[in-house]
């Protein structure tokens, strides 16, 4: 007993935090698959899955069963070695901003002084490992569709990085937990409307998501840079995917709605992690909101949309914030 | 705590073997993707260094401006320019292998001859706090002169890639 005594809090910090961030990525795949399923299917006058459990509930469960019994296949003429390391490439970074992540004034893995660049530094990445499917695949589809996803990150890597800034100006800190300290008093979304606007149209396009869902193309391109992948390996990068939109969501939700800062409820003893969720998933049902209203945009358009509209707009805000804050 | 050092120790070690190695498959690999791959690798191990060295700062710039920037356009260039399993052409003979070597040479002798030279302060007597402010501090107020000229290469470059934009991309 005296060698676990002697060893440092971390050892049990660590583990606790991870088996924690994991599972709560699992669940919320879970959960997000089966609320797009069903939003869907109500947004268009039909039921959505029904048959396994009650309303469905289980079917997504039933679901990842499936596909974790599946073979994985390695296509003959393939890069075999990056093509079984891209899946976990785009999966690890996915994962990583939960450790900077203030779900609660006492619930986060660590509060470095860089949070936001490091939340940032890990989504770029994430374009590493896209690339790095789409190519180790030995397939057009899958390089074209690597090649556009590849080019709209770079594209929206920005605004959402100077939209982020600009709320760090107004703060004065780079700490995630210092940003929604500070909302306290007003969140941030009052002050850097713009901003919030910016960053959350460009991080829609950061997660691929429709109206910016180019990447997957059915008609020209199949399903872009994952064609090729079955089975788990398909799952990690659909896991990935979710896992970035709920990680997007709840960044939107620290640096402009205020995180975890709302009133008391009254059933709940730890209210301040219900609020952080419950305006993380309310941001997440808004994108699946516009994925079945808004059509979606050509690939030019996207680009111009983001290099001449979203960047101009965000260095102006953030030029008008530094003189606001200096004034 | 020692059991910290220990774990240090073998990280330093390990952003070591990962700087080298991926800086050998950058130069080494016939597929050119290997090499930007490998480069990225370098790259990384280079940031965990920074880490190494209580420079969290510099270790996410490292990751965002040279992983995240860098290797894309260069891997943009491959993705354009080759088929998947193209090998690249071999480029080092001849005068160009005499070059190469006698250039590697020069550049790992000045930073022998810079290692050897310069007075390393031991660990107790900073020079600085290396944090965010003093970083900032330093790059706009005592080096300003240096971080401008940096910025007017950048700037030589936008302006040379606006002018090979200019002509569009042909008739062929």
Known sequence: MDFIANLPPHFFRIPIALTLVISLVFINALIMVYLERKIAGHMQFRLGPMEVGWHGLLQTAIDAVKLMSKQLIVPDKAHTRLFRIAPLLAFTPAVLPFAVMPFAPNLQAVDINIGVIFIIAMASLNVMAIFVAGWASNNKYALLGAMRSVSQNIAYEIPVLLSLLSAVFVVGSFSLGDIVGYQGKIWLFIVQPLAFLIYFVSSVAETNRAPFDLPEAESELTAGFHTEYSGMAFALFFLGEYTEMFVVSS??????LGGWHGFPLPFFEYSSVVWFLLKTYFLMFLMIWFRWTFPRVRFDQLLNFSWKY???FSLVNLLITAVVVKL | MLIYHYISEILFFAFIVLTFFGGILAVRSKLIIHSVLGLAVCFLGVAGLYFYLDS???SMMQILIYV????????FGVMVGYTPTQIAEKHLKGKNLVLAVMSGALVFSLMTAVIFKSEFVPAAKRTGDFSMEWLGRSLLYDYCLAFELISLILLAAIVG?????????GDN
């Open chain 1, 251 to 256: 960044i939107a939700t620290a640096v402009f």
């Open chain 1, 310 to 312: 979203l960047i101009p």
């Open chain 2, 56 to 58: 969290p700062f510099l």
């Open chain 2, 68 to 75: 995240g920037a860098i290797c894309i356009v260069l891997v």
């Open chain 2, 161 to 169: 890639a606006i002018i090979l934009g200019q002509g569009g991309r």
